[in-house]
């Protein structure tokens, strides 16, 4: 991979210590499949990378990176846990719980473990002492080594488990430093995003041109703007001028740091879990694009585009 040495050699060495992630807005426009094949570059590139894959919900890099897992480990949030001798149902607890977890009977708490969201102060203002701290499995984090030395973790959120933002910090946890860090965001714009990209060097949003595709991605460049985060654009599965996406992303100052074209044969192993950059070599300046122009994104590299 000669290329691939050419971008090293240049300087990309810059990018260790970048929290690059990945979102979409909306889902299935390849998010993943970009962001696993630049964590493949940069590792071809001898550089340390860790991927983290915070779409908790449905998570799939390990599909493509097939990593072994040498560690898995419940996740857990706190939740309190009531001492109905020493309760005297004041209402404290309940009347200050944000989240309406805690409702107070005659004689009587309840708990709504599910909407907890473990902030602890139900602990800390009970007159009574009568509640301590407990905990419950919301998913597992699994570690392990991918492809080309890739360091590899993802959360998996218990089915029917509605707090995904704990499970996401507690990937973040899991940083390690003088690596560059990929991470993959879940789709849409609600919290588990803002979770994700809040700490952030960079977001690379995966658009599609469709209406569909423009419609999300409006949503959520509004949403990493609104956090103040260097944004550039991947365009997935082009085939072809779509007006209206040239006109948003022009309109809105927003670079395009890669274009990937509409093609069966990525398409095919998409489907059989390959990464593309080992099926397809064709496609590696591509992505040596995209991680120059990341870099130019931050500021941290004056290596040029070499297209």
Request: with cysteine; aromatic share 6%; proline share 7%.
């Amino acid at each position: 991979m000669s290329e691939v040495q050419y971008i090293y050699d240049k300087g990309l060495k810059a990018m260790e210590d970048m929290n690059i992630a990945f979102a979409s807005g909306k889902g299935g426009t390849g998010k993943t499949t970009i962001a696993v094949n630049l964590a493949y570059f940069l590792a071809c590139s001898k550089q340390k990378v860790q991927y983290l894959d915070c779409d908790v919900e449905e998570p799939n890099g390990h599909i493509f990176l097939k990593p072994t897992i040498d560690k898995s480990t419940p996740a857990k949030v706190m939740v309190p846990v009531i001492d109905q001798d020493k309760c005297t149902s004041c209402g404290e607890c309940s009347s200050h719980c944000q989240f309406n977890a805690l409702v107070t009977l005659p004689g009587n708490v309840l708990l709504f473990p599910e909407l907890c969201h473990g902030c602890g102060l139900c602990v800390y203002i009970c007159p009574e002492k009568a509640i301590r701290d407990g905990d419950r499995g919301i998913g597992l984090i699994e570690k392990g080594i991918a492809t080309q030395d890739i360091d590899f973790i993802h959360g998996i959120l218990n089915v029917g488990e509605p707090m995904a933002g704990p499970l996401i910090q507690e990937v973040k946890h899991h940083y390690k430093e003088h690596h560059v860090r990929i991470i993959d965001a879940p789709p849409g714009t609600s919290c588990p995003v803002v979770k994700t990209i809040s700490d952030a060097d960079v977001v690379v949003m995966v658009t599609e041109p469709t209406p569909f595709g423009l419609h999300d991605l409006k949503i959520a460049v509004s949403v990493a703007k609104n956090m103040e985060k260097p944004i550039g654009i991947v365009i997935n599965r082009q085939n072809g001028e779509f007006p209206p996406l040239e006109t948003y992303l022009l309109k809105n100052d927003l670079p395009v740091i890669m274009v990937l074209p509409e093609d069966r044969e990525i398409a095919r192993h998409y489907s059989m879990g390959d990464i593309l950059l080992q099926a397809l070599p064709l496609y590696i300046d591509r992505f040596m694009e995209l991680a120059v122009n990341i870099g130019r994104l931050l500021g941290k590299t004056k290596t040029q585009v070499a297209r």
